[in-house]
Each structure stands twice: as C-alpha cells, then as structure tokens.
C-alpha cells in the first residue's frame, strides 16, 4: 500500500488554469475508474471536489474538473480564485485498500 | 441533513486502547458503507478502514490491520472503530465519512468533524 504521488506545491494567478496530477500504479489508478480529488481548507474537514475520475458532485463549481490517463489522473482548475487556495488530496480504491495521494498546497498568487 | 458525530478520542498511552464512534443521522445508514480517515499534526490524510453497508466487508490499511477493528450497529446508526496496541505514530485527527455506495472506493461527500486521538505516554 504506496501513497499516490502528487506534486507537493503548486501555484498560479487568479484566472489562470492549473493542473495538479496524481501518479498510481496498475494495481490502483490504472485499475479503477474510482479516483476522487478533495479539497482541504486549514482547520476544516475534507470537501469532495470530484468523483470516479471526473464526476462533479452537486455544487461544487464547473471550474473543478478531473481526468485520468493510464495511471495517472489529474484535477484541473480553470479560472483561478483565491478561495481556491487550499491543500487538495487525490484518492484511489486499490482493491483491497484505499490510497491518498501526499497532498499538493495550492498557491493563489 | 446528514450529520457524522465523531466521540471518544482523547489522550492515551502507548499500549493502551480506545474505542471511537460515530452517530450518523439524516440518511438510510444501512445502505451505505462507512470509513474511518486518519490526519496525523500538519500531515496529509490517511485511510484507515472501511466497512460495507452490511458490515459483512472489512478492509484495512496495513499500518492498522491486526489492531484496529471497525464495525457498525445498524440498529443504533453508529458507526465504530476499536483501536487496540496504540502507537504514537497513530496520533491523528480521526475523521468518519460516509461512502457513496453500498461498498468504499467512490468517494466520500460527508465527514465528520473528526475526534483527536493523541497517544503519548
């Protein structure tokens, strides 16, 4: 059971797009279409960003959105906010088990 | 409304247990699976366990299996974690999350608010 690999920082400019990517195995992303992205403000729980790759839950904004290549998925965020800035975790079932990724810290410069 | 209420964290010793719940409201428990997500200080979170809707499914992380225990009481909508042989290195912030379906892996839209667990002697 080795964490997914996620960049550890990540930043950009209100407005522009950012993509924060996610490095699994054949044995847990490449696997399963059961990746989810959330989102972790300092002092709060987890909020859900993205589901089974790329499913939006409701009211979470059409600027959130996820992919996935091989063993590899991402989140992209497209006009960036400040409220964006935030620590967002990747997540993949793996059979048996249930994997996070590290965490990237996003930067709103 | 969906609520998750996370109890009986609290400071223990290396060696010792615990035993954390989780009372859920506001939606069908027992058509759900639940999980159990772990935060150590100023770290990333971990996974720790998940339990199908039934409770006939298990699994664990393997930094957790052969000491901590999870299951369920439909009857009660409570959720629980049984936490024996206590290490420092299992001092976290433990949060309960509710699964999308009937079994884990496709994402958990509700959590708790999370129980401290610190294991110090």
């Known amino acids: 059971q080795s964490a997914l690999t996620q960049p550890a920082s990540v930043s950009g400019s209100p407005g522009q797009s950012i993509i924060i990517s996610c490095t699994g195995t054949?044995?847990?992303?490449?696997?399963?279409?059961?990746v989810s992205w959330y989102q972790q403000h300092p002092g709060k729980a987890p909020k859900l960003m993205i589901h089974?790759?790329?499913n939006r839950p409701s009211g979470v904004s059409n600027r959130f959105s996820g992919s996935k290549s091989g063993n590899t998925a991402s989140l992209t965020i497209s006009g960036l906010q400040a409220e964006d800035e935030a620590d967002y975790y990747c997540?993949?079932?793996?059979?048996?088990?249930?994997?996070f990724g590290g965490g990237t810290k996003l930067t709103v410069l | 409304e969906v609520q998750l209420l996370e109890s009986g964290g609290g400071l223990v010793q290396p060696g010792g247990s615990l035993r954390l719940s989780c009372a859920a409201s506001?939606?069908?428990?027992?058509?759900?699976?639940m999980s159990w997500v772990r935060q150590a200080p100023g770290k990333g979170l971990e996974w720790v366990s998940s339990l199908s809707n039934s409770g006939g499914s298990t699994y664990y992380a393997d930094a957790v299996k052969g000491r901590f225990t999870i299951s369920r009481d439909n009857s009660k909508n409570t959720l629980y974690l049984q936490m024996n042989t206590l290490r420092a290195e299992d001092t976290a912030l433990y949060y309960c999350?509710?699964?999308?379906?009937?079994?884990?892996?496709?994402?958990?839209?509700?959590w708790g608010q999370g129980t401290l667990v610190t294991v110090s002697s």
């Open positions: 999350a509710k699964d999308r379906g009937q079994l884990p892996g496709s994402g958990w839209y509700y």
């Open positions: 054949s044995s847990d992303v490449g696997s399963y279409n059961l």
């Open positions: 089974e790759v790329s």
């Open positions: 506001g939606f069908t428990f027992s058509s759900y699976a």
């Open positions: 997540c993949s079932y793996a059979g048996s088990s249930i994997l």
